[in-house]
């Protein structure tokens, strides 16, 4: 299964909906957004094309009345999704303990992709491009000895995303 992840979409509902578009026209079946959100917009287009999941964030609290109404969640969420279990926050002092395979936070706006021969911990960056002048996100595959992580960014203005592929070994 390809997964789409997603952060810190922020006030930027275009270039959200550019990013989740990309992801699913690289073929991701799942979306994982990890905080600040913001835009109630970003919410309807993932409802209206592909299954997601998105924890609320420290700049989402006016969205909190639409909890029954999104797949939203508090952090940190554990869940399970194509047999690999996951832990989704905004905050990355939530990651503790290190009690899921995959663990996946938002807040910084930078890129991460960690291995610590146990747990793979990532963060996608910052989709809203407010701290670097790019939008990042990711693709996550997962196979039985391996992690497939592919990190795209693309320069704001401009329409083509780049990609550092990355296999992290089990």
Aim: aromatic residues 14%; contains cysteine.
């Amino acid at each position: 299964m390809k997964i789409g992840l997603i952060s810190d979409t922020h006030k930027k509902a275009g270039r959200a909906i550019r990013a989740i578009d990309f992801l699913i026209s690289e073929g991701a079946e799942y979306i994982i957004h990890a905080g600040d959100i913001v835009q109630k917009e970003i919410l309807d287009y993932l409802e209206e094309k592909i299954p997601y999941i998105a924890v609320f964030g420290n700049n989402d609290y006016h969205l909190y009345r639409y909890i029954d109404d999104y797949h939203l969640v508090y952090e940190p969420y554990k869940f399970k999704l194509d047999n690999h279990t996951f832990k989704l926050m905004h905050y990355p002092t939530k990651m503790f303990p290190l009690d899921t395979e995959i663990v996946i936070y938002g807040h910084t706006h930078e890129e991460d992709i960690t291995y610590n021969g146990k747990n793979l911990i990532l963060n996608p960056g910052e989709v809203c491009a407010r701290d670097t002048g790019y939008s990042n996100c990711m693709m996550l595959e997962c196979f039985e000895d391996k992690y497939k992580v592919d990190y795209y960014y693309r320069k704001v203005g401009e329409d083509f995303w780049k990609k550092i592929p990355k296999e992290i070994k089990k």
